[in-house]
């Protein structure tokens, strides 16, 4: 009998462990409305971060952070900035080695969005790979470095050992800037997250990826440049 391809109970408990760490809520920027959703997306990102990096270790593989990047007039605009999701190097049910889905992506709160140009300010090396997502088999995603699928990605990498390997240098640290944002047209009618209004200046939080792999967390908009 042919047997189906599903997701083991480790990848399972790492989703149950993002939805546990989402449902505790600390509010940032204020009392609800964005400041509770920017809250929510910083813990669910953490959860995920904590999700790839024990994934990383368990498979003794290298796992990556992945947020959707794919340009707005080819991708998915409900996707863009804010579908967040964790893959692993390994090798599928029929042999093939490539990235694999350890979990089927998590979307970031209405109207909050990663900052890709905060996080690069910020030491983070803007590194993107294509991938088919998600996936429990590698299909075309069989290339170790630029992933080989059809889709847009931005990622943080863990190595097989948990620590980060995604900042720059090796003394520095990599940052994931969250920040309330509306999507609308630009003057060229191209969708674009707007992050310049004014009510959005104060809405933004960011996690810090040590070089050992965990996480910091940093509340105060005054301290992401």
């Known amino acids: 009998m042919r047997r189906k391809s599903a997701f083991t109970l480790v990848e399972l ?37 904590q999700g790839a990096r024990g994934q990383a270790i368990l498979k003794n593989a290298e796992t990556r952070l992945i947020i959707y990047a794919e340009t707005n007039t080819t991708g998915d605009n409900e996707k863009w900035l804010r579908y967040v999701g964790i893959v692993y190097w390994g090798t599928d049910s029929e042999g093939t080695e490539g990235w694999l889905a350890a979990t089927q992506g998590t979307y970031l709160p209405e109207g909050i969005y990663f900052n890709p140009e905060l996080s690069g300010d910020n030491d983070w090396p803007g590194s993107t790979m294509t991938l088919d997502y998600p996936r429990l088999k590698a299909g075309a995603n069989t290339n170790s470095e630029t992933g080989g699928g059809g889709e ?23 940052w994931l800037v969250l920040q309330a944002g509306t999507l609308r047209p630009n003057s060229g009618g191209t969708l674009e997250v707007d992050f310049d209004e004014p009510e959005n200046a104060g809405l933004k939080t960011a996690l810090i990826f040590r070089r050992v ?13």
């Open 13 to 49: 408990l790492v989703v149950i462990s993002i939805i546990l760490i989402a449902s505790s809520i600390i509010f940032i920027g204020g009392t609800g409305g964005d400041g509770a959703k920017l809250s929510s997306s910083q813990r669910i990102v953490s959860g995920i971060a």
């Open 152 to 174: 847009t990605y931005y990622y943080y990498k863990f190595n097989s050992n948990g620590t980060m390997a995604t900042a720059p240098t090796d003394f520095s640290n990599s």
């Open 213 to 225: 792999g965990t996480t910091t967390p940093v509340n105060d908009p005054g301290d992401i440049d």
